[in-house]
């Protein structure tokens, strides 16, 4: 879903998720996957795309994000902007590599995964269960 097909009513009303990947399959598998534990999502396909969605939503409440992508803001660049701009923001990031540049301050997720077991736990980093 683009940041204007987001309806009005989704955005603040549910808790906001952002995902970043360039993988197109992957990155709609994670989305409906959150869609169904009833969070407002929105897609972006590259960390300068997921900047100027981030600009334009204060209500995002946790970022996903690929390592790997084009553009000029891969997702340990997209991370650290994050962290500077927007420390409220939880972000997560996800890699088929080891991501040692990032320290402790990053939960990072190693493909491949079950996109079903992402958004359980991204859920539950969100929604600590009952």
């Not at 997921?50 to 084009?70: G, Q």
């Amino acid at each position: 879903m683009s940041v204007e097909e987001m309806p009005a009513q989704d955005r603040g009303a549910r808790k906001s998720i952002l995902v970043v990947d360039d993988e197109v399959l992957i990155r709609l598998a994670i989305a409906d996957e959150l869609r169904g534990f009833g969070f407002a999502v929105l897609e972006a396909a590259n960390g300068d795309q997921a900047d100027e969605i981030l600009r334009a939503h204060p209500e995002i409440s946790l970022v996903l994000t690929d390592v790997d992508m084009p553009g000029s803001l891969d997702g340990v660049a997209l991370a650290h902007l994050i962290r500077q701009q927007r420390p409220d923001i939880k972000v997560m990031i996800m890699s088929g590599w080891p991501v040692q540049q990032l320290g402790t301050n990053f939960v990072t997720l190693r493909k491949p995964f079950d996109p079903a077991a992402v958004a359980r736990y991204v859920k539950d980093s969100i929604e600590p269960p009952e």
